[in-house]
């Protein structure tokens, strides 16, 4: 079992390492830390030659950006600069639409220009993942056709541009009915035709204010869609701290990451109930997460390696945050670190 006192073993450090591996999406140019394109990227740069590079995953940009990044020498600069052996991998952030056409039109015009910078940048650069909101008008919530067809037509777009590594991740509106909408935008996600994959879901899981935090029964109801219809999931905004807590510069508490993709494990392995997603998300406690010799656990419910490697790369995949230092200490001030 952990030792609280930085006594660890080699087995639990591997599967905290499963549970950890490429969870952050860097997004340093997003609230509360909202930097600019150079020292976010100088940051990214960074945390990839470092020695928890293990724990980072794509750098979060808008089309801009990522177009800047190439045009202005001085931050193409630091991308030159990179000495690491893994590719530098972008999640993007497309401008999406208020309906189906100015969606389509837009995710068009953006595929191109991103295919054209990656025509003209050869070597260590990728784009695995897009990421838009969709509105509620989007969805049909009493047929799901409107969607489907929005995301399979949106999946020739991509695939046309020969962008098929890219999951695109769809953010739906967090409104009165959720359930319904939750449920009808996993369920498309998972249907949806894409050579690369299908696509997946994404829940924003907080901002700068409290009204932008979901409550727990609408992050559980999130969780349970996407596990239901085999989609995948991602989070952003809100995460930086590992378990839940109330936090005073927002006025609410805070969704922890632990408590999010813990849920995420343990249902993948387990299948819980409501009951049981709702008391995991809900728990304060750092002390109920575990990591042991061969598992995984939240008190008496537990995820091997296996299953937490398998629901970390297919199902609750990854989290975006404006910072990679909090979330590495606050594991550390509790006694959750393994130096791996």
């Keep these: 079992m952990l030792n609280r006192e930085n006594q660890y073993s080699f087995m639990e450090a591997n599967i905290f390492k499963e549970f950890m591996r490429g969870i952050i999406d860097y997004a340093g140019m997003y609230p509360p830390a909202v930097l600019g394109l150079k020292p976010a990227l100088a940051n990214y740069i960074q945390y990839l030659e470092s020695e928890d590079e293990w724990i980072i995953s794509k750098f979060v940009c808008s089309v801009k950006s990522f177009s800047d990044i190439f045009a202005k020498k001085d931050v193409k600069k630091i991308l030159d600069g990179y000495k690491g052996g893994r590719w530098i991998d972008f999640s993007i952030l497309i401008t999406g639409g208020q309906d189906q056409k100015e969606f389509k039109s837009m995710l068009e015009k953006e595929c191109g220009i991103i295919r054209n910078i990656l025509e003209a940048n050869t070597g260590k650069i990728s784009v695995s993942s897009l990421e838009a909101k969709i509105s509620s008008g989007m969805i049909n919530t009493f047929a799901n056709h409107s969607l489907k067809k929005l995301l399979n037509e949106s999946s020739e777009i991509i695939n046309n541009y020969d962008l098929t590594g890219a ?174």
């Design 167 to 340: 999951r695109l991740y769809v953010e739906p509106e967090i409104n009165a009915k959720y359930e319904t909408i939750f449920s009808k935008t996993a369920e498309a996600a998972a249907e949806c035709d894409h050579k690369g994959g299908r696509a997946g879901f994404k829940l924003r899981t907080g901002g700068v204010t409290a009204d932008a935090f979901p409550s727990i029964e609408q992050v559980a109801a999130a969780i349970d869609a996407c596990k239901e219809n085999q989609s995948h999931f991602k989070a952003t905004a809100g995460l930086h701290h590992p378990v839940r807590h109330f936090d005073r510069t927002v006025g609410t508490k805070m969704h922890g990451f632990l408590n999010i993709f813990g849920a995420g494990i343990l249902h993948f392995a387990n299948t819980l109930s409501m009951k049981e997603l709702k008391e995991i998300l809900s728990d304060e406690s750092s002390t109920g997460f575990v990591f042991s010799e061969d598992e995984f656990y939240w008190n008496d419910i537990a995820a091997d390696a296996e299953k937490t490697m398998k629901a970390r790369s297919g199902f609750v995949t990854s989290f975006g945050s404006c910072s990679f230092d909090d979330p590495r200490e606050d594991l550390k001030n509790i006694g959750l670190w393994f130096n791996t």
